[in-house]
């Protein structure tokens, strides 16, 4: 089917950075679409240290049970990822295919297989032929080469409307280092599912267990708190590797989380997840407004984002956010039905900097003229506060549209 | 918005039978609508035992705050319900409004306010003019006759596309006793949400204590047991009255939950129950298709219940059931993420009769026009076993289509 790009595709891109240390080639292995790139390959020539966070589904893909055996060593020589299949509820022959890729991954690059990275989006429970890496995968470790992010980005789309990428820097130890990322949203082909894989490179010499901290702490606020249609899919990945090759221009080796020298390379690489997932929502599926969801005064941060994840997933919001409605009541349904502390009558709520309810009922100087114009912008804020405590979140998602049940239900699999 | 009917509407409605002791009436308040009744009157000349189940909201109406309060006292004179305006979040106006209506229908009808139950449906955060009541509550105390149910269940609709009853009949003691139950689904006009509510009548003599137990397991597996969109109400109550008038034609008095002589009527009033909650979910907004989802093989029921919600819940399953889609990998997604005890590689799935995956991949005898001629049923079976244990559950939910989205998005407040 003919996708209708997002609004909030970008007009053009900029020539991402080099990342010392990163070669990046992708190729079109046939293993589903025709005519475009489904194959990506990121050589370490020097290796990387690496981190990673994955679906909590019980029914993880191939790929993601891999990564997550291998994750321990710390050390990354390769990643290989393919669009178009996700290898994913796919018995013993799921394992089988993993376990081949990287043997066939580790030849060419000239690391061990469990140094090889690997992930998967597509159909789910369609078996995945892996001889198909084997004859391109040579080719693309031979021509891989640095900064070539954004083919990167478009290689592992699905039926995101743009590609995904974003980039920093930040100084460590006064040596500056780079930080590129690349996601994908989510997709939809004909038996297939939302997916969100993001792949984080940079030049710093953060040791594994650092930089696993960073991706953990770093994912919480970005990609987890960000929501398209509440489902989970079977291989959400993400991939942060550390080649540390700023070492040579003087950058110091950070190996305790607690170093004060990572402060800002903390910060940067926080703000490039928190950027990657922002695009995955602005792209979500059907999407033509992108909302920020803010509950304060609630008695954690935990609770404040559970009565926010509430709000964002609730299709009765989405809907009137998606129709331009100041339909404030349905903000009061979604806060009552999250099972978290809340007192209707202390609750307030805002459509941008319109105060639509407060103390438990409609504004007096309520002004549907006032809030109908914040609905009609293509970014939203809505604010809720509880009045309980001091605990504040924020998360993100898009409206509900018919572009939604046209690209998840029209259609013969 | 002119609603397409639902194909699960009936093509007549037989006459529902009396019930002892109960007589309704309706009228037009002119509450919201125009052209159509919108105000329900039932009253029970002799008191009637009383029992109710509420909406878990934190942001309960105000009707369902009086409910709950009086239900204490077991005993009720009379029923009065709106469509049209929620009467939720309206803060101490809607508790005024609430404290109005039952002094106004308790002088109508000779009893006490307390004695006076309450519901509303429609608009959140718009007060409610309680004054348009004291126009019509004598009138309707005066002109209300028994069997009326047909009547009463069109002036509860909102966006309903069919009334929605259900009779039944049970010997209790060798005595025939009579249950008729009412319902209104997902309804939505303006800025409105999806409310349900509905109210069971009976002339057995089942004691207050007696009949808020056999409510309360009944919702348990009906009306909890649905879902349209995930999204719970300000408003949902349920309400059963029980006039004993059938204790005249030597049906004996139940006061223990335990008699034995409740057996039938136990079995029959939650037939009713279920029978109301189907109904509500073929009549759920937008909704084309019915589907039942079972899951077994889990750790406990409850943990049954709530995969099966989890899959109910999902918008990828509900899209890809309009699409007629076999698309099980999204089954396979809702097992994975609803954080219960599950083993992928123990995986079943059936479409109605038709097994699409065994043992953690696609069945090896697996036929695509086999499980796509199951979703061109209009009534679908999912069944998914987990292999783990002996507990069981069945929920019920429709298909997510672009009515949904035009109901609920398609307009302006």
Same mark, same amino acid.
């Not at 590797?241 to 607690?258: D, M, Y």
């Given at each position: ?58 029914c ?24 178009? #299949?996700?290898?994913a509820f796919t018995g013993?022959?799921g394992? !089988? ?27 789910i429970g ?108 079977t ?77 964002? #997933? ?53 002004? !549907? ?45």
């Amino acid at each position: 089917m003919e996708l209708t790009p997002s609004p909030f595709a970008p007009a053009s891109y900029a020539e991402p950075p080099q990342v010392a240390g990163v070669r990046l080639a992708t190729a079109a292995a046939g293993i589903k679409y025709k005519g475009r790139t489904d194959v990506l390959a990121v050589v370490f020539d020097g290796g990387a240290e690496v981190a990673g966070v994955f679906t909590k589904s019980k029914c993880a893909s191939a790929p993601v049970d891999w990564c997550k055996a291998n994750l321990a060593g710390g050390r990354a020589g390769a990643l290989l990822v393919n669009s178009g #299949n996700a290898n994913a509820f796919t018995g013993k022959r799921g394992a !089988e295919a993993v376990k081949l890729s990287a043997d066939q991954m580790a030849a060419a690059a000239g690391c061990k297989p469990q140094e090889v990275y690997l992930a998967s989006t597509g159909v789910i429970g369609e078996p995945l032929d892996a001889s198909k890496f084997g004859a391109v995968v040579d080719g693309l470790v031979r021509d891989a080469v640095p900064g070539r992010f954004l083919d990167a980005a478009k290689a592992i789309m699905t039926t995101d409307t743009f590609p995904k990428l974003a980039t920093a820097t930040a100084k460590i130890g006064g040596v500056e280092t780079t930080i590129v990322g690349i996601a994908k949203g989510s997709g939809m082909i004909a038996p297939d599912m939302a997916t969100m894989l993001s792949f984080v490179f940079t030049d710093a010499p953060v040791a594994a267990p650092v930089l696993q901290k960073l991706l953990s702490r770093g994912v919480k606020d970005s990609f987890n708190a960000v929501t398209v249609d509440g489902d989970t899919s079977t291989s959400d990945t993400v991939l942060a590797f550390a080649t540390g090759a700023a070492a040579k221009r003087g950058a110091p080796e950070i190996t305790e989380p607690g170093d004060r020298r990572l402060a800002a390379f903390r910060k940067a690489f926080g703000g490039l997840l928190l950027d990657l997932a922002h695009q995955v929502v602005k792209d979500g599926e059907g999407a033509r407004k992108f909302v920020a969801i803010t509950v304060e005064g609630a008695t954690s941060k935990a609770s404040a984002r559970r009565i926010g994840m509430a709000i964002a #997933n609730s299709p009765l919001v989405k809907t009137a956010i998606a129709g331009e409605d100041a339909n404030w009541g349905r903000i009061v349904m979604a806060v009552g039905k999250a099972g978290e502390p809340a007192d209707r009558d202390r609750l307030a709520i805002w459509f941008g900097d319109v105060r639509v309810a407060v103390e438990g009922e409609r504004d007096p100087d309520y002004s !549907e003229a006032a809030a109908s114009a914040v609905m009609k912008e293509p970014e939203i804020a809505i604010r809720v506060d509880l009045g309980l405590g001091t605990g504040r979140d924020t998360v993100w998602t898009c409206d509900l549209t018919k572009g939604y049940i046209a690209i998840n239900g029209d259609y013969r699999s």
